[in-house]
């Protein structure tokens, strides 16, 4: 046998579990096309507040376009065009934009818009909020700076749930990042119903099609797997709930941004891997990791089909006028 064929023939089995779907959602899709475009349109740099979705690559590929990322509205210079980033933002934000005569463009994910705009009409109704989400995540912000201070409380966890007073506040509602774990959120507004049997919630769910669809992917995957990789970044909410799902189903997870990022000692030698990207990870990102994994392993690679997602979004007619 020649030499190459024989080391091939050594290297350990590895069943590799694909989760579907996975990776971009329509939100982060549109986001992505609106910097493009931005670019093409009005040539670069274009600024870009904040990072457009959470994800280095696709951040630094659209670096190396002329996208240029910054914190805070006041480092865009006048005369140059600037994105708000798929999370949306506080309408000071926009405000203060057009108040220096700013050309924006806001990639907010239109599910996203769509809290902002059902807090809007919760607070003309004269209702106090319960936000359900993360403190200091970019879509929380966002949805808190879209009504009066004071009209909006977070709300993170059951505990707080079960501590908020409501003296002086019939009237209650609530709505939810749309990046959540399903479970824990479910569990959250049980007991916001139960303290308060009259509170109002969203008609649909305001946790966003992609963020389920993937949770229960990994659900589906997960009780076949030894082990569970997902591709995406440590500040992505709807990334650490896809390794926090499986861990919650007993098994070992690992959230990493590419394949230089696999702890080789910690996953030894499993018979089954799972794999899953977060929603603002692009399939490259995936290959990339089961290259990898090919070089070490005999690589059997299957995908786990769930739900077919086929979501789209207009880009702003600006754009494509």
């Given at each position: 046998?020649?030499?190459?064929?024989?080391m091939?023939?050594?290297?350990?089995?590895?069943?590799?579990?694909?989760?579907?779907?996975?990776?971009?959602?329509?939100?982060?899709?549109r986001?992505?096309?609106?910097?493009?475009?931005?670019?093409?349109?009005f040539?670069?740099?274009?600024?870009?507040?904040?990072?457009?979705?959470?994800?280095?690559?696709v951040?630094?590929?659209?670096?190396?376009?002329?996208?240029v990322?910054?914190?805070?509205?006041?480092?865009?210079p006048?005369?140059?065009?600037?994105?708000?980033?798929?999370?949306?933002?506080?309408k000071?934000v926009?405000?203060?934009?057009?108040?220096?005569?700013?050309?924006?463009?806001?990639?907010?994910?239109p599910?996203v818009?769509?809290?902002?705009r059902?807090?809007?009409r919760?607070?003309?109704?004269?209702?106090?909020?319960?936000?359900?989400?993360?403190?200091?995540h970019?879509?929380?912000?966002?949805?808190?700076?879209?009504?009066?201070?004071g009209?909006?409380?977070?709300?993170e966890t059951?505990?707080?749930?079960?501590?908020?007073?409501a003296?002086?506040?019939?009237k209650?509602?609530?709505?939810?990042?749309?990046?959540?774990?399903?479970?824990?959120?479910?569990?959250?507004?049980?007991a916001l119903?139960s303290?308060?049997?009259?509170?109002?919630?969203?008609?649909?769910?305001?946790?966003?099609?992609a963020?389920s669809n993937?949770?229960?992917?990994?659900?589906?995957?997960?009780?076949?797997?030894?082990k569970?990789?997902?591709?995406?970044?440590?500040?992505s909410?709807n990334?650490?709930?896809?390794a926090?799902v499986?861990?919650?189903?007993?098994?070992?997870?690992?959230?990493?941004q590419?394949?230089?990022?696999?702890?080789?000692?910690?996953?030894?030698?499993?018979?089954v891997?799972?794999?899953t990207?977060?929603?603002?990870a692009?399939?490259?990102?995936?290959?990339?990791?089961?290259?990898?994994?090919a070089?070490?392993?005999d690589v059997q690679e299957r995908?786990?089909?769930h739900?077919?997602?086929?979501?789209?979004?207009?880009l702003?007619?600006?754009?494509?006028?």
């Amino acid at each position: 046998m020649p030499y190459m064929a024989a080391m091939l023939s050594q290297r350990p089995k590895l069943d590799v579990l694909i989760a579907a779907p996975r990776g971009f959602c329509a939100g982060v899709d549109r986001a992505i096309k609106i910097v493009e475009l931005s670019i093409e349109r009005f040539g670069p740099p274009v600024y870009v507040r904040h990072e457009i979705v959470h994800n280095r690559f696709v951040v630094d590929r659209l670096r190396g376009m002329g996208a240029v990322f910054v914190k805070e509205l006041d480092e865009v210079p006048a005369g140059r065009p600037v994105v708000f980033s798929a999370h949306g933002v506080p309408k000071v934000v926009p405000r203060a934009a057009e108040a220096r005569g700013l050309d924006y463009v806001d990639a907010t994910c239109p599910l996203v818009s769509k809290v902002h705009r059902q807090a809007e009409r919760l607070i003309e109704d004269d209702r106090h909020i319960l936000f359900v989400g993360h403190a200091g995540h970019p879509e929380v912000i966002g949805t808190m700076g879209q009504v009066p201070p004071g009209s909006i409380t977070l709300i993170e966890t059951v505990a707080d749930a079960q501590a908020f007073d409501a003296s002086g506040r019939e009237k209650l509602a609530f709505l939810t990042q749309t990046t959540l774990s399903v479970d824990d959120t479910a569990e959250i507004i049980a007991a916001l119903r139960s303290r308060f049997p009259e509170i109002r919630g969203p008609k649909a769910e305001d946790i966003c099609y992609a963020t389920s669809n993937r949770q229960a992917a990994v659900k589906l995957i997960a009780p076949k797997a030894d082990k569970m990789l997902v591709i995406g970044a440590p500040n992505s909410s709807n990334s650490l709930r896809l390794a926090e799902v499986a861990e919650r189903m007993d098994v070992p997870a690992r959230l990493i941004q590419r394949a230089s990022d696999i702890d080789w000692e910690w996953l030894g030698q499993p018979q089954v891997l799972g794999i899953t990207a977060g929603a603002s990870a692009p399939e490259l990102l995936v290959r990339e990791v089961v290259d990898a994994l090919a070089e070490r392993f005999d690589v059997q690679e299957r995908e786990a089909a769930h739900v077919e997602e086929n979501m789209t979004f207009k880009l702003p007619r600006a754009l494509v006028a």
